[in-house]
């Protein structure tokens, strides 16, 4: 069972460029999330689906983009790179149905230069 | 908007004793979170609890949830060095049809001999 999948794991950008961060998982899950972990801090929520075609603003939007078009696949979208978007990026999934707990990918690391 | 605290943010502690690890959290959540980050790695989930007074233990780590104080807690019992981890607590923030997870800064914690 693959669980939570992300890709690329390494990634460097120049200012300016633009990139997807893939994410999907296999466990059916409605809530799918984005975060993002800046070295020696916490996680900071990105952006949230509830499911298939619906999406929200987390913590630190700015910079980003999401889409839902399936249950499994949640792309996150960067449009004009900038240094303060170097981070590790976290996707993770749950069922939604109440207690349960989150499944997070193993991280893409990407660095703006 | 729901913000969550941890105290202490960095532990260094001696194997064989014990500690804990405070979680505050600022508005009214159905349910709290700890997950553990080894370095460089993803998140795991540790323990997922729902109401309040939850109790749950897992080996050396016992979380409780008081809702009333707004107030989880993460025990850690005669510490030993595989412990050494950062761990996050994790609230959940209602909306009106769908909630978010909120994360801490997490605690950084180091057993040492």
């Known amino acids: 069972n693959a669980g939570v999948t992300q890709t690329p794991k390494f990634r460097i950008l120049k200012i300016g460029q633009s990139m997807t961060l893939q994410c999907t998982q296999d466990?059916?899950?409605?809530?799918m999330y984005w975060y993002r972990q800046d070295p020696g801090m916490g996680l900071k929520l990105i952006y949230y689906?509830?499911?298939?075609?619906?999406?929200d603003k987390g913590e630190v939007p700015n910079g980003y983009n999401v889409s839902r078009s399936t249950t499994e696949d949640f792309p996150l979208r960067l449009e004009l790179a900038a240094p303060s978007q170097t981070s590790v990026y976290f996707c993770?999934?749950?069922?939604?149905?109440?207690?349960?707990?989150?499944?997070f990918g193993s991280g893409t690391q990407l660095s703006v230069l | 908007e729901l913000k969550v605290e941890q105290n202490p943010l960095f532990l260094s502690m001696q194997e064989g004793k014990n500690y804990t690890i405070y979680c505050n959290y600022s508005?009214?959540?159905?349910?709290l979170y700890w997950y553990r980050q080894d370095p460089g790695k993803s998140l795991e989930s540790l323990f997922v609890?729902?109401?309040?007074?939850a109790v749950k233990q897992e080996g050396r780590l016992m979380a409780s949830l008081d809702t009333k104080a707004r107030l989880s807690t993460l025990h850690i019992t005669a510490a030993v060095h595989d412990l050494s981890a950062t761990y996050f607590c994790?609230?959940?923030?209602?909306?009106?049809?769908?909630?978010?997870?909120?994360f801490g800064p997490g605690t950084s914690l180091s057993v040492i001999p």
């Open positions: 993770a999934s749950s069922d939604g149905t109440g207690g349960e707990k989150l499944f």
């Open positions: 466990m059916n899950h409605n809530y």
């Open positions: 689906s509830v499911g298939a075609g619906i999406t």
């Open positions: 508005t009214t959540s159905d349910r």
């Open positions: 609890l729902l109401s309040n007074g």
């Open positions: 994790a609230g959940n923030e209602q909306k009106t049809s769908y909630d978010k997870v909120i």
